[in-house]
């Protein structure tokens, strides 16, 4: 059973950075491109980040670049997401995904975790 679990989040403050993890037990984790996305209540879930298999490749919401980092360690089968300069605005429940497939921005991914709440007061 494949499970993708979340960690890392929290309440900081406006400034604040934090590092977000999400560990997947996938037997072949390098061959799983993966993605964090991130959801308001009464919205739609929202691209956040996205890594290719290799790390090689990584693409950004606009809403998050340049204060967003995406990577990956594929020997920890663990992909992180480093938070700096947080807003207010990115308060949100923070999820990860995982496909065999390229999905980018899309938000068809064959594997979803849980999710990490994050909460930036201002």
């Known amino acids: 059973q494949v499970q993708l679990v979340e960690s890392g989040g929290g309440l900081v403050q406006a400034g604040d950075s934090l590092r977000l993890s999400c560990a997947a037990s996938?037997?072949?984790?390098?061959?799983?491109?993966m993605g964090w996305f991130r959801q308001v209540p009464g919205k739609e879930r929202e691209f956040v980040a996205g890594?290719?298999?290799?790390?090689?490749?990584?693409n950004y919401g606009d809403s998050v670049k340049g204060r967003f980092t995406i990577s990956r360690d594929n020997a920890k089968n663990t992909v992180y997401l480093q938070m700096n300069s947080l807003k207010p605005e990115d308060t949100a429940v923070y999820y990860c995904?995982?496909?065999?497939?390229?999905?980018?921005?899309?938000?068809?991914?064959?594997?979803w975790g849980q999710g990490t709440q994050v909460t930036v007061s201002s």
């Open positions: 890594i290719s298999r290799s790390g090689d490749r990584t």
């Open positions: 995904a995982a496909d065999t497939v390229y999905r980018g921005s899309s938000l068809s991914y064959l594997y």
């Open positions: 996938l037997r072949t984790f390098s061959m799983y491109h």
